[in-house]
């Protein structure tokens, strides 16, 4: 694979138009299938073999007016009282406009006694608007807008609920701030505007190229609404650092005299299959999402991954030709000096001197990093997973003055309405199950039954007191199920299901909860036979995992600390202490797994490079860490300021994936790369390269960075072959 990458290079930087000719072409494939068969985001979560999803088929199936999906419009009279004559006029001439929406199969009358819509106090009231398609789309969203300007002009308050608009209110992030920062620190590391921009541009245009192909897969499938900015969050750190990896090494081979070609080809022969390498673990990661057995999952962890292709693939292509195209003058427009570490200046360094410190005190420096790691992971014994409801969102947001003016006028739990279907229902069986759900601890308030024309399935409504966040919510939604309904419907051969949004979210903490030790035990298993594989050691890979897993539950620990328990929420925009979302745990494990291999290749292929030339264990982790300290921090601190550029955005979910990659990234690039590592790798010893002989004899050969030998530059490497050691 070397020898191809070093071909490859030569041959992009040989002839730079060439190959931004072809990625032009791409680019225009991509816009042009974007055009023709693209889709947008929609938030379409269904949930195979669990009870909620069986109870939402059952509804599609037999009662087509219950199926779909609903959300609220709430009015309020601030002068006066709801269902005053001038009021009341106003709100039936929105409920007119809103039942000609598109896709709109009814909407409830608030005035109908039946449907308990109207505060007792007579000044806020609700209708429940059910559309045919799940989600709404941006169309269903403008037109519930418009029909509540009606009442909005009677001087009527009037709010809608998410469910009607994220759609038509798609989530921003705001990375154009990490990319100036990025800037910053690639001008730093490099001191060169032209050699900073190069990372840059092509990371641009990979997450160009990435987005495109996510609204192509949104034409297709459905792809959650908050997938592309995830995949630009992804896509952009891996893009700059892949870059950053290259460029690096094109630059170290240049300042040893060799041409730009020959430059650009022994980059992408090293650093180039560490990036393949590096980037495959991550795609392979995230898209082994799919064992959490929920399609929306998979699309999501789909989307990030097609941008990590991307971004891998344009490491090792369109960059050689972006350095072709610079040429010589890489290192113009200087800013400062810099000069490259030589291994017999490496303890003068910071970072060499460091190492050195830490191999002579190994056991010190282990224990008090591990117990460090274990004191920030340990929140995580108590996380809890759900889906933070729109009591948490921004204040001057509608849907959160929707909610507001619901858990105000009707109690908290009205935001999170269960519905109960019953299959095969009599008349008397319905009344059981009527009277058990009012007499149940924690509801308060049940809808009359809605009987199915074929009257073989009805259905119920029931408002529980707590929010839908709440865990008195989940343990009622527990408790129908196991309990109050069996006892109900005993011997009448009936079946209830427990359905709604916020039974279903429950069902997916829990799907995802289930699998997530098996998801953790098969990316670790697979990290750890790569990993065997390219450094040809048992004890480097098992190091490697358990760090890792170190630092990921250090990430998580962070996590559950801020939102769940408030520890400086304040700090990011939150005002109010929310559930964990339960995608977070094992898309944040795939992303971080995968991007941990990017400084473990980096960091101990260099090491390995250095063993195999001196044979002395401690000199090998002093100059590694030397030679690569500066990459690795200006990496950590591109990937850090991306990740947390999106903590300015409102979304919540974002925020989460914004604050555990951060500390995952420092965690792993301070703490574990910077400490443990010198650390253990001095306490094993020449036993970090221990590989059982039979072993390595079964084990393919997969060459990464530290494992090419680079001949000294002489005269014409046109044919040149790199050996691989």
Known sequence: MSN??????????????????????????????????????????????????????????????????????????????ITDPAARTAVEATLAELRQGPNVLGVTDPYDPATNAVSRDGRIAYTTVR??????GKAE?????????????AGLQAEISRTIIRTAEPVEGKEGIGLIVAVVVLLVAFGSVIAAGIPIATALFGIFIGLGLIGVLAGI???????????????????????????????????EGRSVEESAGLANATSGSAVLFAGTTVVIAIAGLRIAGIPAIATMGLASAITVAVAMVAAVTLLPALLGLAGTRIDKLHIGRRRAVRAEDAQRTFAGRW?????????????????????????????????????????????????????AGFGRGVNGPLTVVVDGAAESTTARVQQALSTTDGIVFVSSPVV???????????????????????????????????QALQGTGATSYVTGQTAAFIDISERLSARLPLFIVAVVGLSFLLLMIVFRSVLVPLKAAVMNLLSIGAAYGVVVAVFQWGWGSRLIGLHDTVPISPFLPMIMFAILFGLSMDYEVFLLSRVREEYGRTGDSHRSVVDGLAATARVITSAALIMISVFASFLLTPDIEIKMFAVGLTVAVLVDATVVRMVLVPATMALMGDANW?????????????AVEGAVAVAAPTGDAEDRELELV
């Open 452 to 486: 199915s024309p074929a009257g073989d399935t009805a259905v119920l409504t029931a408002i529980p007191a707590a929010s839908p966040q709440d865990q008195a919510t989940e343990t009622l939604v527990h408790r129908l199920r196991d309990d109050v309904l069996p």
């Open 131 to 136: 559309y045919r398609v799940d989600p709404p």
């Open 141 to 153: 969203g403008k037109a519930a807008e418009a029909a509540v300007e009606t009442a909005r002009r």
């Open 690 to 702: 221990w590989l059982p002989g039979w072993l390595d004899r079964r084990l393919p050969h997969l």
């Open 4 to 81: 191809a990458l070093y071909r490859w290079g030569r041959a992009a930087a040989r002839r730079p138009w060439r190959m931004l000719g072809a990625w032009l072409l791409v680019v225009l494939g991509v816009v042009a299938l974007r055009s023709a068969v693209g889709g947008n985001p929609s938030d379409n979560f269904t949930i195979p073999g669990t009870e909620a999803q069986r109870g939402i088929d059952l509804l599609d199936q037999r009662f087509p007016a219950q199926g779909g999906v609903s959300g609220q419009i709430v009015f309020a009279d601030p002068d006066g009282r």
């Open 221 to 255: 499938t459905d792809v959650p609404s908050i997938s592309p900015l995830l995949a630009t969050m992804i896509g952009l750190g891996v893009g700059i650092d892949y870059a950053l990896f290259i460029v690096t090494r094109h630059r170290g081979f240049l300042h």
């Open 355 to 407: 190492a050195d410190h830490v191999g002579r005190h190994p056991w010190r420096y282990a224990i008090a990093s591990f117990v460090g790691l274990i004191a920030l992971a340990a929140p995580v014994l108590v996380m809890r997973t759900g889906v933070a409801d729109d009591g948490t969102a921004q204040r001057d947001a509608t849907y959160r003055k929707a909610y507001d003016l619901l858990a």
